[in-house]
């Protein structure tokens, strides 16, 4: 049975995603058009066809118990020695973003982690490890605030390039506690 290889993100917005274009650019990162600025919520998982009507059912319950997030992506720092990755750190609204991460992260959706969820925005995946210390220098003022309003399902197509195919939109009101 063929399997389709999706993704859930809150897309970075803009005018930040160009921003943040710019630094992984600069640090270049090999991603860099294949996928847009984001926040991972469910990394790569694979999906049978039968499966794919109920990954894209997850995300609009899921939205309709989230307040829009208010983040702040800043400053760089990595995960080296663990893997060649640097990335923003995400501040702000954390505790509501760890909420919504776990409602977008059940079946068919979520599946085996290799490392704990951490809130990250990817600027360099794979990174020379030498190269690392002077890029998280060079970024240890960026720092941008962003709203975000929305989740999307994304999905891997041809070239290894992900594109969204689903967004759903927050609440306007707080969910009930």
């Known amino acids: 049975m063929a399997r389709r290889r999706f993704g859930v993100a809150l897309l970075v917005p803009p005018p930040v995603a160009a921003e943040v274009d710019g630094l992984r650019r600069a640090l270049g990162d090999g991603a ?10 469910v990394p790569p998982v694979n999906l049978a066809e ?9 995300l609009p319950r899921a939205a309709r ?4 997030l208010d983040l702040r992506l800043g400053p760089a720092t990595t995960f080296h020695p663990v893997t060649p990755v640097v990335y ?3 501040a702000g609204d954390v505790e509501a973003l760890h909420a919504l991460r776990d ?11 290799t490392h704990p969820f951490v809130p990250h925005a990817t600027l360099a995946d794979d990174m020379a490890p030498e190269r690392i210390p002077a890029a998280v220098a060079a970024l240890a003022d960026y720092v941008a605030d962003v709203r975000v309003e929305s989740v999307h399902l994304l999905e891997e197509q041809r070239g290894r390039i992900w594109r969204p195919i689903v967004e759903a939109g927050f609440s306007r009101r707080r969910p009930a506690p």
Do not use: C, K, N
Request: no cysteine; net charge neutral.
């Open 32 to 41: 860099l058009g294949r996928i847009p600025p984001h926040i991972t919520l």
């Open 50 to 58: 039968d499966d794919v009507s109920a990954a894209v059912d997850v």
């Open 65 to 68: 118990a989230t307040r829009p």
């Open 88 to 90: 923003l750190a995400v």
């Open 103 to 113: 409602r977008v992260f059940e079946p068919p959706l979520a599946r085996p982690l």
